[in-house]
Nanobody, 126 residues
Framework: QVQLVESGGGLVQAGGSLKLSCKMS????????MGWFRQAPGKEREFVAA????????KYADSVKGRFTISRDNHKKTLYLQMNSLQPTDTAVYYC???????????????????WGRGTQVTVSS
């Protein structure tokens, strides 16, 4: 059974940085395309960033492009999201996710992902 556990969230002032981590267990992490999503109160879950299984390709939401960087360490079975120049509009619960198929291409729809972590709260104060 796949388990995803996020960490690294917290409270930060506008302009600050945070680095989120997501560790996978139960599967060969290196075989999966991985994604980060976020959900703010009263809003739908939205795509943030995704990365292919060998880090060859990445994709970002327009709202985070140039500020966030997705990366992975397949030896550590861990996905990362470096978030810089944080803004109050980035406040949300951040989730990492994986699809059921291996070696897949990048997907931006939450419906394309089958495994989800419980999320980590990121709060950016103005």
């Amino acid at each position: 059974q796949v388990q995803l556990v996020e960490s690294g969230g917290g409270l930060v002032q506008a302009g600050g940085s945070l680095k989120l981590s997501c560790k996978m267990s139960g599967r060969d992490f290196s075989q999966y395309m991985m994604g980060w999503f976020r959900q703010a109160p009263g809003k739908e879950r939205e795509f943030v960033a995704a990365i292919t299984y060998i880090s060859a390709l990445t994709k970002y939401a327009d709202s985070v492009k140039g500020r966030f960087t997705i990366s992975r360490d397949n030896h550590k079975k861990t996905l990362y999201l470096q978030m810089n120049s944080l803004q109050p509009t980035d406040t949300a619960v951040y989730y990492c996710a994986a699809p059921v198929q291996t070696y897949g291409s990048i997907h931006t729809s939450p419906q394309s992902y089958n495994y989800w972590g419980r999320g980590t709260q990121v709060t950016v104060s103005s």
